[in-house]
């Protein structure tokens, strides 16, 4: 049964009439239009879907829409300011921390939420936060090197 449903994406509300049990991932691609959030097991399993919500990394594949009505919903689209990369982007750019790209929108949110709560990550916390991240082109050296750059660009950012 359909019902009218208010959601914060990236700072925008939305009113979309769905089955509150649909996911999360699904009403982000096919209502809203936001394709960065990528579909990858449909199981919650490789986290290609993470999106953060209330500023905490979620799974969107298993995350029902109506689990998210009240809160806010980031998505790799609403990270950047204007033209300007978030830090963690430019980070990921500048370390090649992606060959085929599929599993970074999920990754750079994940680092995000990691630096709010840890802006001095060292590797184990970095790969402690990251574990279940998949990267079916195993580029996770450049990974990691990349969440290391992003804590340090983020951190420059909040001394300006």
């Known amino acids: 049964m359909n019902t009218t449903l208010e959601l914060t994406v990236n700072g925008k509300k939305h009113r979309i009439e769905t089955d509150d049990r649909r996911s999360l991932l699904e009403v982000l691609r096919e209502d809203l239009g936001l394709t960065g959030t990528k579909f990858g097991c449909g199981e919650g399993l490789c986290r290609a879907c993470t999106v953060l919500v209330s500023g905490k990394p979620i799974r969107s594949c298993i995350t029902q829409v109506g689990q998210v009505t009240g809160k806010e919903v980031v998505t790799i689209e609403g990270i950047a300011t204007g033209n300007e990369l978030h830090p963690v982007q430019r980070a990921f750019l500048e370390a090649g921390a992606m060959q085929c790209g599929y599993c970074v929108p999920g990754m750079i949110l994940t680092t995000i939420s990691l630096l709010e709560e840890n802006p001095h990550p ?16 195993c580029g996770y050296p450049n990974i990691l090197e990349a969440v290391r750059m992003a804590g340090e660009k983020t951190r420059e950012v909040k001394v300006r």
């Open 122 to 137: 060292d590797r184990d916390a970095i790969v402690e936060a990251l574990d279940g991240n998949l990267c079916r082109c």
